[in-house]
């Protein structure tokens, strides 16, 4: 018998949902409606060949997930890291003022309207 077979889906509790649907729309672009927001794997392959899902624990005691005092972190493929931060910026979102770049890829974090952490991940170009 099969189990599970892949990344189903993130949920949270926010605080103001309204808010944090149209936060979420106006600046990473989720056309989410009052029930959430599909992603089609396909298309984010077809952007990202490289991309995958992870899932992964953290001990309590991490320090990866701050300056968030959530217990999660979301993170979202995108096109051109750098580039989207510098808009995010200037458009007064919260950006943590670090990136990282490795075999894995282009990481870089915002911080939501409630304090969440959002990790933005540009994959590696599968052709280099």
């Known amino acids: ?30 056309e989410a409606e009052d029930w959430g927001a599909v992603f089609q794997l396909g298309e984010t392959l ?10 992964s624990l953290f001990k309590e005691e991490s320090k990866h997930f701050e300056p968030s005092q959530s217990s999660f972190m979301i993170n979202f493929t995108v096109d051109n890291l750098h580039e ?10 919260t950006v943590i003022d670090k990136t990282e770049a490795g075999e894995f890829g282009k990481f870089g974090w915002v911080l939501d309207p409630e304090g969440n952490k959002i990790e933005l991940w540009q994959p590696p170009d599968p052709t280099v």
Request: charged fraction near 20%; charge should be positive; hydrophobic fraction near 40%.
């Open 1 to 30: 018998m099969a189990r599970v077979t892949g990344l189903g889906g993130v949920f949270y509790k926010c605080k103001d949902k309204e808010n944090m649907l149209k936060w979420y729309r106006t600046h990473l672009g989720i």
């Open 46 to 55: 077809k952007h990202h060949p490289a991309a995958y899902n992870v899932w």
């Open 84 to 93: 989207l931060l510098a808009q995010l910026k200037a458009e007064g979102v």
